[in-house]
């Protein structure tokens, strides 16, 4: 097959992870990968001189007809089967110039967030200008159905992670980064990895633990209002803010952590969830969006209530005292990462979604798989 894949987007984000696994997992295969993106963007540059065949793209806007060209010159020149855009400029864009410029092709929608915006007119424009929509996981596709999508209308294809990637981890890097915050055995270390999401949640939970705690965020900067929700601590917490991490660094920061947080309810299969479970990192989460599609609570990790600051600290306790089987807990959550939400997986379901489809063949929407025990 010739593919397409095309966003505007592609910079430091779990999200541009997801397409470079997808995009060499299909070229691995044997199909031909091509992949239209900003010249200036971190997956341009991660791609270059890769397998995958790079076209620059301008994604100026949603409507921006020079990007549209440039779709319709890509599809003819490389002949191309299938487009599948991920992000929302592309999304519209692609489906413009299949229209305007009548292109003889299948045309995918990537949703790879809980939908925010869909509804109305934009979501007339993707039932009628789209063949399927792939919603990595069921939390996402059922709040594209709540804002009009019809569910046989999506496909639930989950995220995967690559096996491979976890076998060069630099211990040196992270014997470094426990020099920088004075890491001891005795330290209770909580790190959160991700871009802005919910992220004061956990602030506000720390106020009720009776235990000293290291927070080390790794995504984002010092948070809106941290000053006022730390002054409220009876103890005193240490807290880091590491901002933006390249992403061969990041796998470092885990083996730091006695549990990974994520209290997002956006989220529509993490990345960084997955690889704390696939490096035995406990893992707590917000039960919302994908994180209950990735975790059985008590099996593989811990879920707690959005905006519920008692039980987020009841669940951070829990690891804390002991009061789970933390060993089960993470061998179960390796077992979900690196079998049930292998990155293998995700690639062969993409491609015999993509064969159907040419096709024009009918397949069942993916059930949450049976974790393995």
Request: glycine fraction near 6%.
């Amino acid at each position: 097959m010739n593919l397409l894949l095309v966003t505007y987007q592609g910079d430091i984000a779990g999200s541009t992870n997801s397409i470079i696994y997808l995009a060499y997992g299909l070229a691995d295969r044997g199909h031909n990968v091509y992949l239209g993106c900003r010249k200036e963007s971190l997956l341009y540059k991660i791609l270059q001189n890769t397998k995958i065949h790079l076209v620059p793209m301008t994604f100026r806007s949603k409507f921006d007809l020079t990007n549209m060209k440039q779709i319709r010159d890509a599809v003819v020149k490389y002949n191309i089967h299938v487009i599948n855009a991920q992000s929302s400029k592309d999304r519209y864009t692609s489906i413009l110039a299949r229209w305007i410029f009548r292109l003889p092709v299948w045309i995918v929608h990537t949703r790879r967030q809980v939908s925010q915006s869909v509804g109305g007119l934009q979501s007339w424009l993707y039932r009628k200008g789209t063949d399927k929509i792939v919603a990595v996981s069921q939390g996402v596709k059922d709040s594209l159905v709540k804002k009009g999508i019809p569910a046989r209308h999506i496909e639930v294809i989950y995220n995967g992670t690559p096996c491979e990637k976890y076998g060069y981890i630099d211990g040196s890097v992270t014997d470094d980064l426990r020099k920088k915050f004075n890491i001891t055995k005795n330290d209770f270390v909580i790190g959160c990895v991700s871009r802005i999401k919910n992220q004061v949640q956990l602030l506000r939970a720390l106020k009720y633990l009776d235990f000293k705690v290291k927070v080390i965020f790794v995504g984002i900067g010092r948070l809106p209002g941290h000053d006022d929700i730390v002054s409220q601590y009876p103890i005193d917490h240490e807290i880091y803010y590491e901002g933006m991490v390249p992403g061969d660094y990041i796998l470092s920061y885990y083996s730091l952590f006695n549990v990974k947080i994520l209290p997002s309810t956006m989220e529509g299969l993490s990345q960084s969830l997955l690889e704390a479970m696939y490096l035995k990192v406990p893992v707590l989460a917000t039960k919302a969006a994908g994180n209950v599609d990735l975790i059985r609570h008590a099996y593989n990790g811990l879920l707690f209530e959005h905006n519920n600051p008692l039980c987020l600290k009841d669940k951070i306790e829990a690891i804390y005292y002991d009061k789970v089987d933390k060993e089960d807990m993470v061998n179960h959550a390796f077992q979900t990462a690196s079998v049930d939400f292998s990155i293998n997986k995700t690639v062969r379901t993409y491609e015999l979604f993509f064969q159907n489809l040419m096709n024009n063949k009918l397949i069942t929407t993916q059930i949450r798989p049976a974790f393995s025990d």
